[in-house]
């Protein structure tokens, strides 16, 4: 079983729709990372989150550590928010040594 | 602008050709970091550098080996490359913070390796 585990795989949605990418981890963590990878491979950081919540624009991403749960919302979704969604996870007692990546949420969004 | 530059963007290779993929950060990082992604299994950590001179061994690291010799540059060697080797690789960095706090990553934009 992965340590990291997203959900759904696969997402497609309406333009406007609002967004839930799921993030499940089975090892206590000190930081959690959601990044997006667009069609053509570049990867960017969106959030790093150790507790609590944050919000950039449309997108919010939240963490519940005693739930060993996250979730990343968009709102008012649009098609260039279609891309790859992807959750990783320091594990507690590593420094910035290790990442365990989730195989990856796919975002796509119709207009 | 603050960027990790990895080269080339594709290459292809024949079976035991060693190669090399270059990676610089111009943001004075001190972790820098090596991913594959293959499908079905996402991006896994092949190794990693704390500091100059300071490298260690992620979850595949056979058939790899890096060097850290100046802060700002963290080659990927594959001294005799195999078909399973053919991936999308990724180069990564950022700074340390307190206890990892306030980390931001940068990725740099990816090799697409093919061994035939």
């Known amino acids: 079983k992965n340590e990291v585990e997203q959900s759904p795989q696969n997402l497609t949605a309406q333009e406007g729709e609002f967004i839930t990418i799921n993030c499940s981890y089975s090892v206590g963590i000190s930081a959690l990372h959601w990044l997006q990878q667009h069609p053509g491979g570049g990867i960017v950081s969106l959030f790093m989150l150790s507790s609590g919540k944050k919000k950039h624009g449309r997108l919010i991403a939240t963490i519940n550590i005693q739930e060993k749960h996250s979730s990343l919302h968009i709102t008012a979704s649009h098609p260039r928010d279609s891309a790859v969604y992807i959750c990783a996870v320091r594990p507690r007692g590593f420094g910035n040594e290790k990442l365990t990546f989730g195989t990856g949420t796919r975002l796509t969004i119709i207009p | 602008e603050a960027q990790v530059t990895q080269n080339p963007r594709y290459l292809i290779t024949v079976t035991g050709k060693k190669l090399t993929v270059t990676c610089s950060q111009n943001m004075n990082h001190e972790y820098m970091s090596w991913y594959r992604q293959d499908p079905g299994l996402g991006l896994r950590q092949i190794y990693y550098?704390?500091?100059?001179?300071?490298?260690d061994k992620g979850d595949v690291p056979e058939g790899y080996k890096v060097s850290r010799k100046e802060k700002r540059n963290f080659p990927l060697i594959l001294e005799s490359p195999s078909p399973n080797q053919t991936s999308l690789y990724f180069c990564?960095?950022?700074?340390?913070?307190?206890?990892?706090?306030?980390?931001?990553?940068?990725f740099g934009s990816g090799t697409q390796l093919s061994v035939l």
């Open positions: 550098s704390m500091n100059v001179e300071v490298t």
């Open positions: 990564a960095s950022s700074s340390r913070g307190s206890w990892g706090l306030n980390e931001k990553l940068f």
